[in-house]
Every structure is written in C-alpha cells, then in structure tokens.
C-alpha cells in the first residue's frame, strides 16, 4: 500500500495514523487481495467491508477509555456489525455468549439489556475490537491467522502505550495473550474465561467487570459507562 493509498483507508485519522505501519506492510495488501478473492469466488464474508474497521471508527484512538478484544466476528449472516460480542439490533435470538454477557452485567450491575447492538458501549470510549475482523460465513475463525492479528496486535501496543488509565478486559485463553503487551502502572488489566456456554461457568459468571470498570475509571475522576444498550 502506498502513501495515497493509505489516505483512502476508511479508519478514523487517529488510529490510521497510529497504525499506518501495519497498514502500509505487505503483509495487509496480502491480505485484501485474499478477502477480495474469497469474495468473487463467492464465498460470504462477514461483516460487510465497510463495517472491518467500525471498532476504530466508532471508537477514536484518543477517546478510548476500556478495550474488549473478542476473538472473530460472528459466522451467522446478519448478526456481526463490526463491533466485538455485538449484533444489529434486529438480531433475535441474541447469541450465547453475549447472552451470558448481559446476565453478568444483570448480576452485576442490575442492567437488564435485550437489545444485542453495543454500539452506545462504543461510542462512550469502550473499543469493541475483535483479534481477527472478518469471518466466512458459517465458519467460525476461518480467517484466524491471515493477517488482521498483526494489526489488532499494533492496536492493542498503541493502547498500552498510552499515559491515561485505560482498561483492558480480556475475556478468553486466546485474548488473554494480549495481555502481555501492557505494562504501564496507570492501566487496569480484567482477564477471566470466555463468555461461551463452553467456559462462562469457570469463572466468567461472578467476575463483575462492569462494576469493576467504572469503580477503576472513576477513582481516575473519569465517567462511568452506561452499560445500557437501550431498545426492546
């Protein structure tokens, strides 16, 4: 990719910048051209292209305040949106492990949500971000291991970085190997099992990240965040 070219990258100022020498290696060019082709042979990829970087877009790289990594978007047509755990707001039934997210988030905070989109979480300074940003439909973490780690990788290091508190939740073996990247006293690492119906049991139910989130943000004097996603 060349210098024009990553002005056209539809990724928010800040973080394109940020992570312009990931996007300019050739490994991301690799990258796309094996989505595009994926996708002229037919097969469907979720999300859409335009929803890949919607984590950075709808979150600014200087208005980050708490990072959710999740693993890949979910392989079921219409339910990812770019967004780590969310769905579009039509989505019914809400998938497992967000169902389990909200339960906790009930227990915890008393929050009852049933509207699966968590792009108010997003635009409060919470980064949804997914390690790896796009799947095949139907099949779950095909495109682990393509590419987009070494940027969600970047991101994460840009993060961890940074001199204001910022909260990393890691939920899972496989986010947990993020962690390794954060060594900043000012930040708050919450790591606990996946929210899958597989390991949510071990140790996801009865963690209390949400509470844990705000009691941390506002000992800083910062704002809560509004766990509410709003909706039927």
């Known amino acids: 990719m060349t210098q024009d070219a990553l ?5 928010e100022p800040g973080w394109r910048k940020a992570l312009a020498p ?3 290696d050739d490994s991301m ?15 469907m ?13 709808h979150t600014p790289l200087d208005q980050v305040r708490v990072v959710i990594l999740g693993q890949d978007p979910y392989p079921t047509p219409g339910h990812a949106n770019g967004l780590c755990f969310s769905v579009r707001p039509e989505v019914r039934p809400l998938p497992k492990s967000l169902l389990n997210i909200f339960k906790e988030l009930a227990d915890d905070l008393g929050i009852e949500n049933h509207n699966g989109d968590l792009t ?3 635009d409060q300074g919470v980064l949804l971000l997914n390690a790896v940003l796009t799947v095949a439909s139907g099949q779950p973490a095909s495109h682990r291991g393509w590419g987009w780690e070494q940027l969600t990788d970047a991101a994460i290091r840009v993060l961890a970085e940074q001199a204001r508190p910022i909260v990393f939740v890691f939920w899972g ?27 949510a049991y071990r140790g996801f139910f009865g963690s209390n990240p949400f509470s844990r989130i705000n009691g941390f943000l506002q000992s800083y004097g910062l704002g809560p965040i509004d766990w509410r996603t709003g909706g039927g």
Request: proline letters at 9%; a positive charge; charged letters at 25%.
């Open 45 to 57: 990829i979720h999300p859409k292209p335009d929803e890949w970087f919607r984590a950075f877009n």
């Open 29 to 43: 060019h690799a990258l796309r051209q094996r989505l595009l082709a994926e996708g002229r042979a037919g097969t």
């Open 173 to 199: 073996a496989q986010a947990q190997q993020k962690a390794r990247y954060i060594h900043r006293p000012e930040h708050l690492v919450i790591k606990s099992p996946h929210p899958s119906p597989l390991s």
């Open 22 to 24: 990931v996007l300019l």
């Open 7 to 11: 002005k056209r990258v539809q990724m």
């Open 120 to 122: 108010h979480w997003a």
